[in-house]
């Protein structure tokens, strides 16, 4: 059989010339976007307009009843006022499969989001009041959120423009072992209902993982910092964890950084002989043997008068 419309070998209208009759369209969509990529569709606003452009094509694709659609890819180049499409797609036409790409494009209306215009007017709905010695930077925080950071003594004050992302960073420290308290104020109504701005509080406790604490009788080395600690005794090597509220308050008695390399000379059945390479002193210690061996090397502390094997 051939096409009628173009003499091609086909069983009936061939492919090409049935779109030519019957195109896939795209309806006309309204999109508006800001310039942190920030989209206006359907009267919400969204994220990431470039994750999201092929799921808007493909429920305003307008496919002919007798193509059945099988798949679709969209290239989108954003062009100024207007988004072009690469748009292929694949399917059965006539029992046979087919590929084909038409090009079409999106009208753009270039509007400011909500957040940046809060962004934009110093707008804020939380206080977090951080007193970490940490920089700002090494907090992964989400500067899309961030209105204004005002540098203090001992730490510095983050402006939020979401009470969402500000209680969101509340659990996040909170999960760290960060000493958090909340409160809030009233500041005025809308629609009818109280508006409150909240300010919190998260401070970071003296020790860091790896410090070396004296705690109980006890010196133990924090593993992991958290609600629920998780610490090792230096003497005996246990491990346990400690609900980070008995911690609060304690200062390191040695630091990670302390740590001296050293070296096993001799392992007797009463103890065992450590080179501390730093000073090339030889210390003996009772009961440490620990499964060492000569040669080792190993990682010393020294608090005091105390020499401890980690």
Do not use: H
């Not at 086909?10 to 310039?35: A, H, M, Q, W």
């Not at 509340?170 to 809308?190: A, H, N, P, T, W």
């Amino acid at each position: 059989m051939l096409c009628p419309r173009c003499g091609r070998k086909s069983y009936g209208l061939c492919i090409d010339c049935f779109l030519e009759e019957n195109p896939v369209k795209l309806r006309d969509i309204k999109l508006s976007l800001c310039t942190c990529g920030n989209y206006l569709y359907r009267g919400r606003w969204s994220r990431k307009i470039t994750d999201s452009i092929e799921r808007i094509v493909e429920k305003n694709l307008i496919v002919p009843s007798e193509i059945r659609l099988k798949g679709m890819r969209v290239l989108p180049r954003f062009r100024g006022s207007r988004i072009d499409l690469e748009i292929w797609v694949s399917g059965l036409y006539g029992g046979r499969e087919f590929r084909k790409k038409f090009d079409t494009s999106i009208e753009i209306e270039r509007r400011e989001c909500p957040e940046c215009s809060k962004l934009s007017s110093d707008y804020y709905e939380a206080v977090i009041q951080f007193r970490t010695k940490k920089p700002v930077t090494d907090l992964d925080l989400n500067p899309r959120f961030i209105s204004k950071i005002k540098r203090v003594r001992g730490g510095f004050d983050l402006y939020v423009i979401s009470s969402g992302y500000a209680r969101q960073l509340r659990r996040r420290f909170d999960d760290l072992g960060f000493q958090i308290r909340e409160s809030s104020k009233l500041v005025g109504k809308k629609n009818g209902k109280n508006v409150y701005r909240i300010s919190i509080s998260i401070e970071e406790p003296d020790f860091e993982e790896g410090d070396f604490l004296r705690y109980g009788g006890d010196i133990i080395q924090v593993l992991r910092r958290g609600k629920r600690s998780i610490c090792r005794n230096i003497v005996n090597k246990k491990r346990k964890t400690i609900p980070i509220s008995n911690l609060r308050g304690y200062k390191p008695i040695a630091k990670r950084s302390d740590l001296r390399e050293g070296v096993v000379t001799m392992v007797s059945p009463g103890g065992v002989q450590v080179l501390d390479l730093k000073d090339n002193k030889t210390y003996e210690l009772k009961n440490e043997t620990l499964g060492l061996e000569p040669g080792q090397e190993i990682d010393i502390l020294k608090i005091g008068k105390g020499i401890y094997i980690l």
